[in-house]
């Protein structure tokens, strides 16, 4: 069976020429974790449109076509005729706890792309040992003003952030309180102490507990949740105190903007990411589920991706660092040459 894929217009503008290298990359990463047996993926010009293609030796299983409508990048489907260039359009699979344009309601400079996070989010799971049917919990140890957040929960996962600018997390907070009022979710919203002992170290987290109907939200099986931590990423133990996490996603600041002085000088961190991650993998590894990943994307122009990875494995992680796994580095400026790294607690 023959299966041609057409990429979201929106995805050039992210990658621009290398938009098909990241698709063929994400496909051949979720090809793996297919039940079919995948025998070919490739980009393909059909009269001068681009296509990715994936060949296989039966009809995709209803999981199977679960998996590939999810991909980033993917727009429409298309079954093609054998020896024809005849497409039957196959609908997507796709499930959304709640409307994908979550993640593209708030603008502000600094955001990560929706599409580029959406990508990382699944390549975190289709690298781990779990599933997008089980129960998933992701954090983000960086979370800004929690695209990821959102991204998990148009899967339907519970998703927790952490961020030290305390203005982000409260304009994130503030945005989700509105937007579950505005959807009419079942909601309850706390602001409580998750670590300290008194109000000067005292820090607070923002938990959001909701379900999309009242007996959704009785029964407890309905409800997912969402937390927003105004702390520090390499606390995280601290805060959650066991491994409660499947996925590890974030994009790690770049030491342009995002940079953050009040907590540089409260720390002594830099914003430089191999010192963030010596500091926050030994707590990473404590939070993370066995067969949980973590993905990060960080400016390979301040650490190449060698130096990132030794920094993984002298941590105790398995980093994924063949194939699909070294095709995700591209321009986003002139000073930020963005790549993914992928690593498991196994
Ligand atoms: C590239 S931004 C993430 C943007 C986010 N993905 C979004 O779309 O809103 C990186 C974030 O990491 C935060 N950060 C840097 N070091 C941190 C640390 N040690 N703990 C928590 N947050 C940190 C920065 O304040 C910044 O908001």
Same mark, same amino acid.
């Given at each position: 069976?023959?299966?041609?894929?057409?990429?979201?217009?929106?995805?050039?503008?992210?990658?621009?020429?290398?938009?098909?290298?990241?698709?063929?990359?994400?496909?051949?990463?979720?090809?793996?974790?297919?039940?079919? !047996?995948?025998?070919?993926?490739?980009? !393909?010009?059909?009269?001068?449109? /681009?296509?990715?293609?994936?060949?296989?030796?039966?009809?995709?299983?209803?999981?199977?076509?679960?998996?590939?409508?999810?991909?980033?990048?993917?727009?429409?489907?298309?079954?093609?005729?054998?020896?024809?260039?005849?497409?039957?359009?196959?609908?997507?699979?796709?499930?959304?706890?709640?409307?994908?344009?979550?993640?593209?309601?708030?603008?502000?400079?600094?955001?990560?792309?929706?599409?580029?996070?959406?990508?990382?989010?699944?390549?975190?799971?289709?690298?781990?040992?779990?599933?997008?049917?089980?129960?998933?919990?992701?954090?983000?140890?960086?979370?800004?003003?929690?695209?990821?957040?959102?991204?998990?929960?148009?899967?339907?996962?519970?998703?927790?952030?952490?961020?030290?600018?305390?203005?982000?997390?409260?304009?994130?907070?503030?945005?989700?309180?509105?937007?579950?009022?505005?959807?009419?979710?079942?909601?309850?919203?706390?602001?409580?102490?998750?670590?300290?002992?008194?109000?000067?170290?005292?820090?607070?987290?923002?938990?959001?507990?909701?379900?999309?109907?009242?007996?959704?939200?009785?029964?407890?099986?309905?409800?997912? /949740?969402?937390?927003?931590?105004?702390?520090?990423?390499?606390?995280?133990?601290?805060?959650?105190?066991?491994?409660?996490?499947?996925?590890?996603?974030?994009?790690?600041?770049?030491?342009?903007?995002?940079?953050?002085?009040?907590?540089?000088?409260?720390?002594?961190?830099?914003?430089?990411?191999?010192?963030?991650?010596?500091?926050?993998?030994?707590?990473?590894?404590?939070?993370?589920?066995?067969?949980?990943?973590?993905?990060?994307?960080?400016?390979?122009?301040?650490?190449?991706?060698?130096?990132?990875?030794?920094?993984?494995?002298?941590?105790?992680?398995?980093?994924?660092?063949?194939?699909?796994?070294?095709?995700?580095?591209?321009?986003?400026?002139?000073?930020?040459?963005?790549?993914?790294?992928?690593?498991?607690?196994?």
């Amino acid at each position: 069976m023959k299966y041609l894929i057409l990429q979201n217009p929106g995805h050039n503008r992210v990658y621009y020429n290398l938009a098909d290298q990241l698709a063929l990359a994400e496909l051949q990463i979720a090809a793996e974790k297919m039940q079919s !047996e995948v025998s070919t993926v490739e980009v !393909e010009l059909i009269e001068g449109v /681009r296509y990715l293609s994936l060949e296989t030796t039966e009809l995709l299983t209803d999981s199977d076509l679960e998996i590939v409508s999810r991909l980033s990048f993917v727009f429409a489907i298309f079954q093609q005729e054998e020896d024809s260039n005849c497409l039957k359009p196959i609908r997507k699979n796709e499930y959304e706890f709640v409307d994908q344009k979550i993640s593209s309601l708030l603008k502000y400079h600094g955001k990560t792309n929706e599409l580029f996070t959406k990508m990382m989010v699944n390549v975190g799971l289709l690298a781990s040992d779990f599933n997008h049917n089980e129960t998933i919990t992701l954090l983000d140890p960086v979370a800004g003003k929690g695209t990821t957040l959102y991204e998990a929960l148009v899967y339907g996962f519970d998703a927790y952030g952490i961020e030290m600018e305390t203005g982000a997390v409260h304009e994130a907070a503030t945005f989700f309180k509105k937007y579950l009022e505005t959807e009419k979710f079942k909601h309850n919203a706390d602001e409580r102490r998750i670590a300290g002992t008194n109000k000067n170290n005292e820090i607070q987290i923002r938990d959001f507990e909701f379900a999309k109907t009242k007996e959704a939200f009785k029964s407890g099986e309905g409800i997912k /949740r969402i937390g927003m931590i105004t702390g520090n990423a390499a606390e995280a133990y601290t805060y959650f105190k066991k491994p409660k996490f499947n996925l590890i996603v974030g994009d790690l600041p770049y030491g342009i903007y995002h940079g953050n002085k009040s907590f540089e000088s409260r720390s002594g961190a830099t914003r430089n990411p191999s010192e963030l991650l010596e500091e926050c993998l030994p707590q990473w590894m404590k939070v993370l589920k066995k067969g949980g990943t973590i993905v990060l994307a960080w400016n390979s122009f301040v650490v190449s991706p060698k130096k990132l990875s030794e920094i993984f494995e002298s941590n105790g992680f398995s980093v994924l660092k063949e194939g699909p796994y070294t095709k995700f580095q591209h321009m986003v400026d002139k000073s930020i040459k963005r790549d993914i790294i992928v690593a498991k607690k196994v």
